[in-house]
T-cell receptor, first 112, second 114 residues
Framework: DAKTTQPNSMESNEEEPVHLPCNHS???????IHWYRQLPSQGPEYVIH???SNVNNRMASLAIAEDRKSSTLILHRATLRDAAVYYC?????????????FGKGTSLLVTP | ETGVTQTPRHLVMGMTNKKSLKCEQH?????MYWYKQSAKKPLELMFV???????ENNSVPSRFSPECPNSSHLFLHLHTLQPEDSALYLC?????????????FGSGTRLTVV
């Protein structure tokens, strides 16, 4: 499975933008880049995904490097409710379809 | 509610008990997954069902037995578990063979084996 590398933790002030980096240097041409987040005591929640182009939705933006070896999840204005573990995952086609294999993620702390 | 419902939310069982975890989705998805999340560890993919057929079993001990009677329901049957099996068990659903489709997770069952 193609793997991703994320910082263990990051800290942000409330109402400021947050840029969460992810390296995936062994990504293949058919791998999708997915981001999920997990709040305490809850299941993971889908945030955004992309293949080659940058993507925007109501939750966040995803900036994908031209060579696709890295990506950045952008939260435009962090709130206290955004404090969570953020996972960057490559969705790779395999015999079991596009199963997601989670890493350790980045724990985001948001301070008032 | 996310659209994926897991029951029970909490379960305490003895090592000789038999219990089942249930997962239900009515999102029209045709792939379902079981994950295990132990304390301080990443989510571990246990089983994958695609179009009601089990397509992946990640070296999970036989004391965990999945069942997928239809595309909307998924069970995890538990028997003779060990204390180290205590964890949060998460169910997810998606569209099979679609890398551009997100997963929807349930809230999980918090299992404690005593």
């Amino acid at each position: 499975d193609a793997k991703t590398t994320q910082p263990n933790s990051m800290e942000s002030n409330e109402e400021e933008p947050v840029h969460l980096p992810c390296n995936h240097s062994t990504i293949s041409g058919t791998d999708y880049i997915h981001w999920y987040r997990q709040l305490p005591s809850q299941g993971p929640e889908y945030v955004i995904h992309g293949l080659t182009s940058n993507v925007n939705n109501r939750m966040a933006s995803l900036a994908i490097a031209e060579d696709r070896k890295s990506s950045t999840l952008i939260l435009h204005r962090a709130t206290l409710r955004d404090a969570a573990v953020y996972y960057c995952i490559l969705s790779s086609n395999s015999n079991s379809g596009y199963a997601l294999n989670f890493g350790k993620g980045t724990s985001l702390l948001v301070t008032p | 509610e996310t659209g994926v419902t897991q029951t029970p939310r909490h379960l305490v069982m003895g090592m000789t008990n038999k219990k089942s975890l249930k997962c239900e989705q009515h999102l029209g998805h045709n792939a379902m997954y079981w994950y295990k999340q132990s304390a301080k560890k990443p989510l571990e993919l246990m089983f994958v069902y695609s179009l009601e057929e089990r397509v992946e079993n990640n070296s999970v001990p036989s004391r965990f037995s999945p069942e997928c009677p239809n595309s909307s329901h998924l069970f995890l049957h538990l028997h003779t578990l060990q204390p180290e099996d205590s964890a949060l068990y998460l169910c997810a659903s998606s569209q099979a063979h679609r890398g551009d489709y997100g997963y929807t997770f349930g809230s999980g069952t918090r299992l404690t084996v005593v």
